[in-house]
């Protein structure tokens, strides 16, 4: 069955001191999924299970993220979790921490629901 992403929400995360891409990644889901809300399930009588979410974390070190445990902290859907090189690292010269910054897309597509809608 074909689907239609239903949603997009982009999210940014950081962690100041510890240099944690993990903790700046799970910051960025969190406030990806933080501004969003899906009524349309108990609305038209849909399993969220029906729902596949994609999350993409981009970090400088992407190899310093465990995508599973990302995944298991997604509240709904079937979700996968993927990686890539980006987000921004800020050093700080005077202290020698650097900010770790990620950003995070979170996309949710359903089964296509063409033609199981009337306009009334």
Known sequence: MTEQRIIIEMGMGNDLHGMDYQKAARRAIEDAIRHSTLPIFPSIGLDHRD??????????????????????????????????????????????????????????????????????
Do not use: H, Y
């Open 51 to 120: 729902m596949r979410v994609q999350v993409t974390i981009a970090v400088q070190e992407p190899d310093k993220i465990d995508a599973d445990a990302l995944k298991s902290g997604l509240p709904r859907g079937r979700a996968a979790v993927s990686v890539v090189k980006g987000g921004l690292n800020v050093p700080n010269d005077e202290t020698g921490d650097t900010a770790v910054i990620a950003t995070a897309a979170v996309e949710a597509f359903l089964p296509s629901q063409a033609g199981m809608w009337k306009q009334a």
